[in-house]
C-alpha cells in the first residue's frame, strides 16, 4: 500500500530564510506526488507535483520540490520564506497501479511557522 | 475559469440525521472524489466518481455515499449521523482521463459539517 509521511509535525522559520518542508513516499508503482497548502479554515490548495522529469520542480508562489528517488523523498523548498507562507502544508501521493483513479494518500500534514 | 465549488459551506446536523453535501466540478473535469478531514484521523480519501460511475472507494462504512449526475457534479451523503462524522468535508475535481496519473487535482474549500 502507497503511504506518505512528513516527519515534523511544525516547523518555525525566520521571514528571509530558506524553508524546507520534509516529505517521503512508499509506493508500489511509479510516484505522482503533489503538494498542497491549507490555511485556516479553507480548503487545498494545490501548489506543485512531481510526474516524470527533472527532480526539481517549480510551483507556485515561488515554492520547488527536490525529488529523489534513491531516498524516496520529495521535500518542499522555498529560497525566501514569508510570514504569509505560514500555513498548513501536506505532501500527497497517488499510486500508478490505482488504475487511473485518482486517490491521494496524505502525509499527516506539517505547519510551517514564519515568524519576523 | 471557476474552481471546484462545494456547498453548504457550515451545517449543523442532529445524531441520527442525514445530511447530503453537493460539488461541483471545474469546467471539463469528469473525476470527482470526497475526503474527509479530522484533527485526529487526518485527510481519508472517501471515494471517487467518474462518468456516474464509483471508480475507488475508502475505508468507510456503508453510511456513506455518493453519486454523480451526467453533468459530472457529484453529492455525497452520510445517513444516521454520528458525532464523529463531524470534519471538513472536500471535494476534488480531476480530468480523470484513464492513462493521464499525471492529472493534476483541485480541490474545492470545504463543506464543515458539525454534529450535535
Known sequence: AQSV??????????????????????????????????????????LLKYITGDNLVKGSYGFEAEFNKSQTSFHLKKPSALVSDS????????????????????GTGTQLKVEL | KAGV???????????????TLSCSPISGHRSVSWYQQ?????????????????RNKGNFPGRFSGRQF??????MNVSTLELGDSALYLCASSRGVEGAAGNTIYFGEGSWLTVV
Open chain 1, 5 to 46: 509521511a512528513q516527519p515534523e509535525d511544525q516547523v518555525n522559520v525566520a521571514e528571509g530564510n530558506p524553508l524546507t518542508v520534509k516529505c517521503t513516499y512508499s509506493v508500489s508503482g511509479n510516484p505522482y506526488l503533489f503538494w498542497y497548502v491549507q490555511y485556516p479554515n479553507r480548503g487545498l490548495q494545490f
Open chain 1, 87 to 106: 500555513a498548513l502544508y501536506f505532501c500527497a501521493v497517488r499510486d500508478e497501479v490505482t488504475g487511473g483513479g485518482n486517490k491521494l494518500t496524505f
Open chain 2, 5 to 19: 465549488t462545494q456547498t453548504p459551506r457550515y451545517l449543523i446536523k442532529t445524531r441520527g440525521q442525514q445530511v
Open chain 2, 38 to 54: 479530522t484533527p485526529g484521523q487526518g485527510l481519508q480519501f472517501l471515494f471517487e466518481y467518474f462518468s456516474e460511475t464509483q
Open chain 2, 70 to 75: 451526467s453533468n459530472s457534479r457529484s453529492e
